[in-house]
């Protein structure tokens, strides 16, 4: 099967391997590329933008996030990790 060279947004989360909510979501980010117009209400993507952009991301790194270190570091200390829920006390 070949990718068409413009894409639906359907087709382009496909692409992308995301939602299309989170499509939606992406294509409002000022860096993401702007799609071409074929009609008042139709709307597609160039395939090879898509890929230069998802290849432009940046790399996921496989270490814990800096909130969890964050934590484990204050728990590690006896601090408080997170306030208390409802402003009541620990």
Do not use: C
Not at 15 to 38: E, M, N
Not at 46 to 66: D, K, Q
Request: net charge positive; glycine share 6%.
């Amino acid at each position: 099967m070949t990718i068409p060279f413009l894409l639906s947004a359907q087709q382009a989360a496909e692409l992308l391997g995301v939602s299309l909510r989170t499509y939606r979501d992406l294509i409002k980010q000022p860096d993401f590329p702007a799609p071409r117009s074929l009609g008042p209400r139709s709307n597609r993507w160039v395939r090879t933008e898509l890929e230069a952009y998802a290849a432009a991301l940046p790399s996921v790194r496989h270490g814990e996030p800096p909130q969890l270190s964050a934590a484990r570091l204050a728990k590690a200390a006896g601090r408080p990790v997170a306030p208390p829920p409802f402003g009541g006390q620990l």
